[in-house]
């Protein structure tokens, strides 16, 4: 499990359940490393600030974390976080390498909210 604030996704039946119970989900899956790090603060600080959005991790290396690691919308992806946007259980948007608060709500704003 990572070691931050968010909302965890364990397995790939907590992914489906999380994006079919939410209309709005933004998933982080990553490492507990220098790029993914950032987006999980920022993430933190959004969840403060945006009640449409459920914020959550998922770890990068387990097995479970294929939903998003073979997504299309992940194949072209070198870098970690892969971050995942869903709106009404769809992915809308997925971004991949380090970003920031401004980046992720400019995200939220025009793809989810």
Not at 38 to 50: D, Q, R, T
Not at 84 to 89: D, I, P, R, S, T
């Amino acid at each position: 499990m990572l070691h931050t604030n968010l909302k965890h996704v364990l397995s790939a039946d907590d992914h489906k359940k999380l994006i079919e119970e939410n209309e709005n989900v933004m998933i982080c899956c990553g490492r507990m490393g220098p790029m993914c790090i950032p987006v999980y603060a920022a993430m933190s600080e959004l969840e403060n600030e945006v009640d449409q959005v459920v914020f959550a991790d998922m770890e990068f290396d387990i097995p479970d974390a294929a939903v998003i690691r073979d997504a299309p919308e992940c194949s072209s992806f070198m870098g970690l976080p892969f971050t995942v946007y869903y709106k009404n259980g769809e992915l809308v948007h997925a971004t991949s390498s380090i970003q920031n608060k401004d980046q992720i709500k400019s995200i939220i704003e025009e793809k989810l909210v």
